[in-house]
């Protein structure tokens, strides 16, 4: 599985920007899908996952804020990303994998990565 991220950009405290992430190959439906960021000189945290079962799971600092959601005919996952502020600047990676639940938070876990974009919120 191939995974391509876009749609990062510039925004301004406050705003909202969303991410997609599209998945090449045959076994999008049977992953859990994951958003994953780092910041400069901090390690890659986790953000968000939706599961193959459509469970979703958040991290602490962006709950409330972010939504997750997936579109499998369009093998894509989203990231919509409301009253942002300046610490979720960040690269945004996407990730897919099998974690068991206990794991999904963790990075280690997922098999198959984007390659990143980057998110710059100012104040």
């Known amino acids: 599985v191939q995974l391509q991220a876009s749609g990062g950009g510039l925004a301004q405290a406050g705003g909202a920007l969303r991410l997609s992430c599209a998945a090449s190959g045959h076994t999008f439906s049977s992953l859990s899908m994951a958003w994953f960021r780092q910041a400069p000189g901090k390690e890659r945290e986790f953000v968000a996952t939706i599961r193959w079962n459509g469970n979703i799971y958040y991290g602490g600092s962006v709950k409330g804020r972010f939504t997750i959601s997936r579109d499998t005919p369009k093998n894509t996952v989203y990231l919509q990303m409301n009253s942002l502020e300046p610490e979720d600047t960040a690269v945004y990676y996407c990730?897919?994998?099998?974690?068991?639940?206990?794991?999904?938070?963790?990075?280690?876990?997922?098999?198959?990565w984007g390659q990143g974009t980057q998110v710059t919120v100012s104040s």
């Open positions: 990730a897919g994998g099998s974690p068991v639940l206990s794991a999904y938070a963790n990075v280690n876990v997922y098999r198959h």
